[in-house]
C-alpha cells in the first residue's frame, strides 16, 4: 500500500534542515550548488537561516536581497562585471527561493520574478550571446533562455535542455562557466509544462505536453542563424533525464541524448520512498493533488514506453548509492535499448553525482559534442565504472 499522507513527515524534516540545511534533502547538494554559481559563503548564510521547511524561502531572499545590493551599488559605479556576477547570484538565490514554495500565490509569483528580473540585468554584463525565449503555446506560453558564442561564422551544434525537477531555466549553465559556449555550442534550456517561468504562468505538466513543447523549442533552434539543424541534441539531468529522451521519442532532429542521474522508469521511488518534498513538488508541477489521480498520472511516466522510438546515440549516468534513480534501474533500461548506447556508473556517488558534478557535466558534454559532430557507431555499447575521487 502506497503511502498517500506523506507530507506528515514535516516535522522530521524541520528537524534535519534545521541542522543541515538544504543538504538534509540530498548529500552533498551544496557542491552541486557551488558549480551552478552558488557561493559558499552565501549557502552558508542561508542555511544558518534555515530553522525549518518553511524558513527556507524566507532565507534564500534574504541572501538574494543582499546579492542584488551589491549589484546595484557596483552599476551605480559603472562596473559592469560585477554587477552581472552580483545579479547572476541575486538570481540563482531568488530562484532556490520560489523553489521551497510550493503555493501558487503572490509570494511565489514575486520571488520568480525577483529571479527573472536578476537575471534579465545579469546578462547585459557578459560577453556571448544570452537571450530569453517567449513561445506561444496554446494559451499559455513556454519560457526559455538561449545561449551561443558570439559573432558566429559558422553554424554549430545545439542542444535542448531539459532541467530538472529542483531546477529552472536560470540554474544551468553557470554564466561564468558556460560549458555549451566554450565547445562553440549553442544551447536552449526550457522551462517546459510544469518547470519553471511557465508553471508560475499557469502551465502545468501533462503525460502527452511536453514532447509538444520540445518540438516547439527545436522548431526555434532550426531557426537560430547560429545553429546547425543537422546537429542538435538533447541534454536532460534528473527528472529531466526523462523528459529529454521523450521529447527525442518524438522529433527525428533530435540526433543524440545525454540523460544523466537518470530517472527512465518508473517513479515509485521518487515519489512514495524518497523525501516528501519531491511528492509535494510534483503535485504542483502536474496540478494535481489528489493521491489517487496523481498516483495514476505518475504510474504511466515511463520511458519504456517509447523505447523502441528511441534510435539516436543515448549516454546515461547514474551514481553508485543513487536513492532516486539506482544503478539496477539504469541498467535496466540500458539493455531495452537498441541504439548506439553507454552507461556511466559514478563510483561512490549519490543521486546528484555533487563529488563529481564538474567533471561528469564536462565529459558527457563532450561526449555529445563528438556524437553530433563525429557521429558514432551502429553497434556502439559501452558499460563504464568512474571511479571516485574520494
Avoid at 548564510?45 to 549589484?71: D, G, H, I, N
Avoid at 529542483?166 to 555550442?185: A, H, Q, S
Avoid at 498520472?297 to 523502441?308: A, G, I, N, R
Wanted: with cysteine; glycine share 8%.
Amino acid at each position: 500500500m502506497k503511502n498517500r499522507y506523506r507530507q506528515n513527515e514535516t516535522w522530521i524534516s524541520n528537524k534535519f534542515v534545521g541542522q543541515l540545511g538544504i543538504e538534509a534533502f540530498m548529500p552533498n547538494a551544496n557542491m552541486g550548488l557551488e558549480e551552478k554559481g552558488f557561493k559558499h559563503a552565501d549557502i552558508q548564510r542561508a542555511s544558518s537561516r534555515m530553522t525549518c521547511l518553511r524558513a527556507m524561502p524566507k532565507a534564500w531572499c534574504t541572501v538574494a536581497a543582499q546579492q542584488e545590493k551589491l549589484a546595484k551599488e557596483a552599476e551605480e559605479r559603472g562596473h559592469g562585471v560585477t554587477a552581472g556576477a552580483f545579479y547572476h547570484r541575486a538570481a540563482l538565490y531568488y530562484g532556490k527561493a520560489q523553489l521551497y514554495h510550493h503555493k501558487d500565490d503572490e509570494r511565489k509569483l514575486k520571488m520568480h520574478a525577483d529571479c527573472v528580473r536578476c537575471y534579465e540585468k545579469a546578462i547585459q554584463y557578459y560577453d556571448y550571446t544570452i537571450e530569453r525565449v517567449v513561445l506561444p503555446f496554446g494559451d499559455h506560453k513556454l519560457y526559455g533562455i538561449f545561449h551561443a558564442p558570439k559573432n558566429v561564422t559558422q553554424k554549430i551544434p545545439a542542444v535542448l535542455f531539459t532541467p530538472g525537477m529542483d531546477m529552472i531555466k536560470e540554474d544551468y549553465p553557470n554564466l561564468n562557466d558556460n560549458f555549451f559556449v566554450r565547445r562553440n555550442m549553442a544551447v536552449l534550456v526550457m522551462d517546459g509544462p510544469g518547470f519553471g517561468e511557465t508553471r508560475v504562468h499557469g502551465l502545468p505538466v501533462t503525460l502527452d505536453n511536453f514532447p509538444e513543447a520540445g518540438k516547439l523549442f527545436i522548431d526555434y533552434l532550426c531557426g537560430r542563424p547560429e545553429v546547425n539543424p543537422d546537429q542538435i541534441g538533447i541534454f536532460g539531468g534528473s527528472m529531466g533525464s526523462y523528459y529529454g529522451p521523450l521529447v527525442a521519442a518524438h522529433d527525428s532532429r533530435v540526433k543524440a541524448i545525454v540523460g544523466l542521474l537518470g530517472c527512465y522508469l518508473e517513479k515509485e521511488l521518487q515519489f512514495n520512498s524518497c523525501q516528501p518534498g519531491l511528492r509535494s513538488n510534483f503535485k504542483y508541477m502536474a496540478n494535481v493533488y489528489d493521491d489517487e489521480e496523481f498516483e495514476k498520472m505518475t504510474e504511466q511516466m515511463t520511458l519504456e514506453k517509447v523505447v523502441d522510438r528511441l534510435k539516436v546515440p543515448f549516454l546515461m549516468s547514474t551514481g553508485e548509492y543513487d536513492e532516486m534513480c539506482p544503478p539496477e534501474l539504469t541498467k535496466r533500461f540500458f539493455d531495452m535499448l537498441r541504439c548506439p548506447k553507454e552507461i556511466w556508473i559514478m563510483e561512490d556517488e549519490f543521486h546528484s553525482c555533487a563529488g563529481m558534478y564538474h567533471e561528469l557535466f564536462a565529459w558527457a558534454i563532450d561526449w555529445l559534442r563528438d556524437a553530433l559532430t563525429k557521429g558514432v557507431g551502429p553497434n556502439h555499447a559501452v558499460e563504464k565504472v568512474i571511479p571516485s575521487r574520494k
